[in-house]
């Protein structure tokens, strides 16, 4: 299977809005989020991907077929790292899972973003914290640092990525 990473464009905002619909939707027994009344999660920073600097949206394609999205942040939320990156969102279409499309995706990114990484999950995400203990662990060979941040209930991995 051919796994690709592209730019999502401003034209393609509609098609990025359905598909973090679809994402909340599964992220939603973490979450505990509802829909609004008009039947939508929502999320508050689509425009921000276009508008502010250090922000990056990709769509992921499996044999040019959409299969996901990711989100790269140029910031760390809860560690001081230097030319930092983290995953705001990342997002793989059910059919595809299993399957390495995540893996793929995951590796090109950080393949993209040379510097210190954040990768953070909810503590309750157990296949999320999961995912992201294989995919670094063989990334790095082994060379990552884990975390805790008690008060937002999120627990991590970091690392450094000198390509």
Not at 20 to 48: A, Q, R, T, V
Not at 138 to 144: A, D, L, M, P, S
Not at 145 to 160: H, M, P, R, S, W
Request: charged share 25%; net charge negative; proline share 4%.
């Amino acid at each position: 299977m051919n796994i690709s990473i592209e730019p999502i464009l401003i034209e393609q905002k509609s098609v990025f809005i359905q598909m973090m619909e679809l994402y909340n939707y599964d992220f939603s027994e973490f979450s505990d989020d509802d829909i609004n009344e008009y039947g939508y999660f929502g999320y508050p920073h689509i425009d921000d991907y276009w508008n502010e600097e250090g922000r990056y949206p990709f769509f992921i394609r499996a044999d040019g077929k959409l299969a996901g999205l990711v989100l790269v942040r140029s910031c760390s939320e809860y560690n001081d790292l230097s030319n930092p990156h983290n995953i705001a969102e990342f997002f793989v279409l059910k059919k595809y899972r299993r399957k390495g499309v995540g893996k793929v995706a995951s590796m090109k990114i950080f393949d993209m973003f040379p510097g210190g990484w954040e990768i953070s999950q909810w503590e309750n995400n157990l296949p999320a914290q999961n995912f992201w203990k294989q995919i670094i662990k063989e990334y790095t060979n082994g060379k990552y640092d884990t975390f805790t941040a008690i008060e937002k209930g999120v627990v991590g991995f970091t690392f450094y990525n000198s390509l």
